[in-house]
């Protein structure tokens, strides 16, 4: 009871000073005050993390993946620097490891398939394969991707119809990083008329 109590102190002394909206609900508000124990937010963030907390699909980032907006935006910004500066090794820092790729085959393999799996260990195995996971489209989905465009649910990240980019938490650095991609060139074409047009 005592924890519980002490908890309950923590959070209300998060919130002080807080105007959350009025359409907040109570889950989002809780939700949010959860994840800033860990993350100490500055009023700044506090007010971008309610600004921005709720995906395309109208869920919470702070429920559905126990992060803040502020996380995720602060990664996105790194990868579209990285991705604008072409700066390989920068980009390679922003993966979580092992890290996938599905590249498109020049001609199908013996069962027919049109994609390979790349898994990367490490960033060395990453600059090997840069340009292939960089690819224009890639970086056009990158260069538009925002919050409000991306999905909280399950792994969260861009939704390109069966095609996807994961965001996950690097379990040694804490940050919110890219785990895995799954963007067929078409499906990015899709996403790109459908989101930034």
Not at 24 to 38: A, F, I
Not at 126 to 131: A, D, E, G, L, P
Not at 164 to 187: H, V, W
């Amino acid at each position: 009871m005592t924890i519980l109590a002490s908890m309950l102190v923590f959070l209300s002394a998060l919130s002080v000073g807080t105007n959350f909206p009025a359409s907040m609900s109570d889950k989002e508000k809780t939700c949010l005050l959860t994840v800033w124990q860990r993350t100490l937010p500055s009023d700044e963030e506090k007010q971008f993390d309610m600004d921005h907390d709720v995906d395309i699909n109208g869920l919470f980032y702070s429920c559905e993946n126990n992060i803040t907006a502020s996380e995720l935006q602060n990664s996105l910004t790194k990868i579209k620097t990285a991705i604008k500066n072409d700066d390989e090794q920068a980009f390679a820092s922003l993966l979580v490891y092992p890290f996938t790729y599905y590249p498109k085959r020049d001609n199908p393999d013996e069962n027919g398939d049109l994609f390979d799996s790349k898994k990367m260990n490490n960033p060395k195995e990453v600059h090997q394969h840069y340009k292939a996971i960089t690819p224009p489209l890639f970086r056009d989905v990158m260069a538009c991707a925002s919050l409000s465009k991306m999905s909280a649910s399950g792994n969260f990240g861009i939704l390109l119809a069966r095609g996807y980019i994961y965001f996950d938490r690097d379990a040694a650095s804490g940050e919110i990083k890219m785990s895995f991609i799954n963007a067929y060139t078409n499906l990015q074409k899709e996403w790109l008329m459908d989101h930034c047009q």
